[in-house]
């Protein structure tokens, strides 16, 4: 049985229905369940943020846990992965934005042959009468 824990006071995990069956240790549908009620009962006026961070909460934490053991996670602890998934996220998502407007490298084909990069500084314009050799 999974409780939570406030001072003195146990009382079981709440499962949304249907999702009960739990597991740790491993990566499955049981402990992506798990991952979603401990996220529920932190988040638990944000069902839809708990749900967006289950994949990646399960894979981060709960796997880890080995399985068949006790195991413990504070509100704190899992506050701080949630941050650190969500800046993580954030951080990916800018880099890959910025990355998509980037300009890229051309080869050089005014140029040396072979050399890559920008003569001058000024991006190379192709020749329409350009002819590779093969």
Known sequence: M???RTGA????????PGKDAIA?????????????????????????RALKL????????????????????TEEEVLAHIADIEKTERDTATGRRRMANERGIIPNIAGIPGEIGWEGGVEPTLNPNHQRKT
């Open 2 to 4: 999974v409780v939570v």
């Open 9 to 16: 006071t146990s009382v079981p995990l709440q499962f949304r």
């Open 24 to 48: 740790w240790g491993v990566s499955n549908v049981e402990a992506a369940n798990l991952a979603l009620a401990i996220l529920d009962d932190v988040l638990f006026e944000q069902p839809e």
């Open 54 to 73: 289950m994949q990646r909460f399960k894979w981060r934490v709960v796997k880890d846990w080995a399985v068949g053991s006790s195991w413990s996670i």
